[in-house]
């Protein structure tokens, strides 16, 4: 079974630092793009960053672009999204997800970790 | 980036009757590889999102026959043929022809 499991969330002041980490299991991490997407309350989701399996390439939406950065470690199967110069506007719910690679779709989700940035 | 609309944004639906969510795109979702990338995510109540539906009529394992996706080009529709009380949530639409991969507004599936 597939397990993706956030932590790392809280509340951070305006301009400061946060790291986000995703524990997966029940399938060869090493093979699979990993997401981040995250989800303002009440409102859409945005996909922010994604990272290849051997971690060779990333992309990032332009609004997280020079202050989030996403990486990985296969040995322990755990996804990373390092956050900084933290704004206000990136209070969310953040979402670990899995690519279905060749298919260019996110089929499974962590359940969240809540990131509330205060000013 | 590629804008996708989704209406209604609400729909009360009767239990048993159908309910159709359209979700159209501001540049044609044809890939260069003749494929066209288009989601359908539900989310219910206090949960993560579940896929349902992925390059455009492809259903998940698991997901029941009464979800079906169809379109092309710039407009999509997800259909449920009858709608039953654990169908209530959001619904998302999401395209992944274009980086960065976009999500509709979502539509609030209630029970009339």
């Known amino acids: 079974e597939v397990q993706l499991v956030e932590s790392g969330g809280g509340l951070v002041q305006r301009g400061g630092s946060l790291r986000l980490s995703c524990e997966a299991s029940?399938?060869?991490?090493?093979?699979?793009?990993m997401h981040w997407v995250r989800q303002v309350p009440g409102k859409g989701l945005e996909l922010v960053a994604r990272?290849?399996?051997?971690?060779?390439?990333?992309t990032y939406v332009d609004s997280v672009k020079d202050r989030f950065t996403i990486s990985r470690d296969n040995a322990r199967s755990t996804l990373y999204l390092q956050m900084s110069s933290l704004r206000a506007e990136d209070t969310a719910l953040y979402f670990c997800?899995?690519?279905?690679?060749?298919?260019?779709?996110?089929?499974?989700w962590g359940q969240g970790t809540q990131v509330t940035v205060s000013s | 980036d590629v804008v996708v609309t989704q209406s209604p944004l609400s729909l009360p639906v009767s239990l048993g009757q159908p309910a159709s969510i359209s979700c159209r795109s501001s540049?044609?979702?044809?890939?260069?590889?003749?494929?066209?990338?288009l989601t359908w995510y539900q989310q219910r109540p206090g949960q993560s999102p579940r896929r349902l539906i992925y390059?455009?009529?492809i259903r998940d394992s698991g997901v029941p026959d009464r979800f079906s996706g169809s379109g092309s080009g710039f407009d999509f529709t997800l259909k449920i043929s009858r709608v039953e009380a654990e169908d209530v949530g959001v619904y998302y639409c999401?395209?992944?022809?274009?980086?960065?991969?976009?999500f509709g507004q979502g539509t609030k599936v209630e029970i009339k």
């Open positions: 997800a899995r690519d279905h690679y060749g298919f260019n779709s996110v089929d499974y």
């Open positions: 029940g399938f060869t991490f090493r093979d699979y793009w």
């Open positions: 990272i290849r399996g051997d971690a060779r390439r990333t």
């Open positions: 540049q044609g979702l044809l890939h260069s590889d003749g494929n066209t990338y």
């Open positions: 390059k455009v009529s």
């Open positions: 999401m395209q992944g022809t274009q980086w960065p991969w976009t």
